[in-house]
């Protein structure tokens, strides 16, 4: 049988914060998915990647209803030697993703299943439309702040200044 292109090594859940809000017998339940991730490449190994995805629930309504949550698991995969940068990046994101929140669906399945009324259940989704949106707020993020390298220098340079101006006005007063 032929190795994997993409196989999770192991995964942890690091953060799972979960809250039932008892829904008033007005309200309907509407709750807002917010998804998200990190993607990390391992130092010296290049075919190894740690993800991080996260999702948090919020309801919707002004008073809470349902459930509120804010969870994040962690994946560290392994792609085949022979694996080209093009399909690991794709992979890691795409497959990464959809393995993570399977995993995190049954837990948080699992886990509210002995909670008041009704167990969780996440819905299902499309992974390609999710990483393609979280893709987009990650370049909007990128194209909004000034890069990193102008702004650690102008820092320096006025920490520079400031203690430059201290040391004046310390031997003027001698």
């Not at 795409?94 to 948080?108: D, W």
Request: include cysteine.
């Amino acid at each position: 049988m032929p190795q994997p292109v993409c196989h999770l090594d192991e995964f942890f859940m690091t953060r799972v914060n979960v809250a039932w809000h008892e829904p008033g017998e007005a309200q309907s339940v509407d709750i807002d998915f917010l998804f998200d991730y990190d993607v990390f490449r391992h130092t010296s190994e290049k075919n190894r990647f740690r993800l991080a995805f996260r999702l948090a629930a919020k309801s919707k309504t002004p008073a809470p209803v349902d459930y509120s949550l804010d969870t994040e698991i962690v994946g560290f995969f392994r792609f085949s030697e022979d694996s080209s940068e093009e399909t690991m990046q794709s992979l890691i994101r795409f497959n990464g993703c959809t393995i993570l929140y399977g995993i995190l669906r049954g837990q948080l399945a699992n886990i509210t299943g002995s909670f008041p009324n009704r167990k969780l259940l996440l819905p299902t989704v499309m992974m390609e439309d999710v990483v393609k949106d979280i893709e987009k707020e990650k370049a909007k993020a990128l194209q909004a702040k000034p890069p990193a390298k102008k702004t650690a220098k102008k820092t320096a340079k006025k920490t520079a200044k400031k203690k430059a101006a201290k040391k004046t006005k310390s031997s003027t007063k001698k």
